[in-house]
Structures are given as C-alpha cells and as structure tokens.
C-alpha cells in the first residue's frame, strides 16, 4: 500500500479496455454491501462512459434481505439479455432435495427486534 488507489482511470480502463466502445454493458459488483457503488456510479457518469448506458448492480445491499437483492441482480440481468439458468442458481451442486437450515445459533452481534439497543 505504497502507491495511491487509481479507481477512475483503472475503471475506465477494465470497461473500454483501450476501444472506443466498451467490452461490457453491465458492471456487476460482487462484494459486501455495494461498496463501490459511488465510485462506480460516479465513473460511469463521467462523459466518456456516459454515453455508453452501462448499467451498475450489486448482488447485496445493506439494509436489504440477500436474497431479494440476489434476486433484483438476476432480473437486472435478465432484463440485459443475459441468459439464466435458474435450476444453476437455485441448486448449484444439481441435487433439487436441498434443504433450508433455520435453526442455526445467532451472530453474537445479532440485536433481538424491537430490542432497541445496540451490540457492545
């Protein structure tokens, strides 16, 4: 960690990769909570990229459930021209008899609802 971040000129790069067109129409993020969601939107509305119609998405959102912000990326993607294999997403591993867990331990950090207090 020597060297200064160059997120513009880096983002710019990986999206045109030196064309005149970009090489993607869809910029996916995939990491805690869209992170770089400013930093991205704020590239893609520069005037150089602007023009392209790059759309940007997360596959999770803080303050929202995962599996409706999963669900929100694969429609947003869908809506792209991408096509989906849903039986894939749903049961990556091929079996369909794959069962929820519910009653694993809570997080130490997990507030009870309505509690109102915050974890130390």
């Not at 997080?107 to 130390?120: A, H, K, L, Q």
């Amino acid at each position: 960690m020597v060297e200064p971040v160059r997120f513009e000129s880096s983002f710019k790069q990986m999206v045109l990769n030196k064309a005149i067109e970009p090489d993607v129409d869809i910029v996916v993020e995939i990491g805690p909570h869209s992170a770089l969601a400013g930093p991205i939107r704020q590239c893609l509305a520069d005037t150089s990229l602007k023009r392209h119609g790059i759309t940007y998405a997360s596959c999770l959102q803080r303050g929202k459930d995962a599996v409706q912000t999963a669900q929100s990326l694969a429609a947003t993607l869908f809506e792209r021209g991408c096509a989906l294999k849903t039986a894939r997403i749903n049961f990556p591993a091929g079996d369909s008899s794959c069962h929820i867990i519910s009653n694993l331990p809570s997080y130490p950090w997990t507030i009870p609802r309505g509690s109102g207090s915050n974890p130390e």
